[in-house]
């Protein structure tokens, strides 16, 4: 079936970029994701990339697709400290899915 | 202009007993999903429903069941309940199957 995985932590000065990345094993993935969540929170949704893409940028906020290596990441840049909670990848498959397959989370700690 | 809505936000149930948790989705959306969160994991996907149908199930077993109403709301109802069952359940509304808007949530503790 498919797996998406992430590390479980990343520890970041506030300022500096973060890079979160996640790794996917469908080929057939159409939609890949992106989702915050905060404590006792449900999931916002930050940005959606579609399969034929390979880089996507939204303010702060820059996504790259390597579709080769099913590999996909998370750039937030000026990291602050609003930004710390727990990144999803998520993943929306091309065979017939309509469930979206999530990774465990990464959580993004800011160090001041 | 509401997002998705759930209710209630939290809930305490006793082993064996059943439970309904509802949804809202978003305005214009006509597809909700629902999902299992554990602690300290993803969502795991547990069906969908579209046109009052359910469209496409996970790996849930059958206690786990839903509805969706003519004005696209729904239910999910889980009968027996588990130890186990305890977890955040989200519900995910979309339109044209990829704007996935998810709710707060319902946390469910079975004791």
């Keep these: 079936g498919e797996d998406v995985e992430q590390s479980l932590f990343l520890s970041v000065r506030e300022g500096d970029s973060s890079v979160i990345n996640c790794t996917y094993t469908d080929s057939s993935s159409t939609y890949l994701y992106w989702y915050k969540q905060e404590p006792g929170a449900g999931l916002q949704l930050l940005t959606y990339i579609f399969s034929n893409m390979d880089m996507k940028q939204d303010q702060r906020l820059t996504v790259l697709l390597n579709k080769k290596d099913k590999h996909l990441s998370l750039r937030i840049a000026d990291t602050q400290t609003g930004d710390s909670a727990i990144y999803f990848c998520a993943e929306k498959s091309g065979g017939g899915a309509d469930g979206l397959t999530f990774g465990k989370g990464t959580h993004l700690i800011i160090q001041p | ?111």
């Design chain 2, 1 to 111: 202009d509401a997002g998705v809505t759930q209710s209630p936000t939290h809930l305490i149930k006793t082993r064996g007993q059943q439970v309904t948790l509802r949804c809202s989705p978003k305005s214009g959306h006509d597809t909700v999903s629902w999902y299992q969160q554990a602690l300290g994991q993803g969502p795991q996907f547990i069906f969908q429903y579209y046109e009052e149908e359910e469209r496409q199930r996970g790996n849930f077993p059958d206690r786990f069941s839903g509805h969706q109403f003519p004005n696209y709301s729904s239910e999910l109802n889980v009968n027996a309940l588990l130890l186990g069952d305890s977890a955040l359940y989200l519900c995910a509304s979309c339109d044209r199957g990829y704007g996935y808007t998810f709710g707060s949530g319902t946390r469910l503790t079975v004791v």
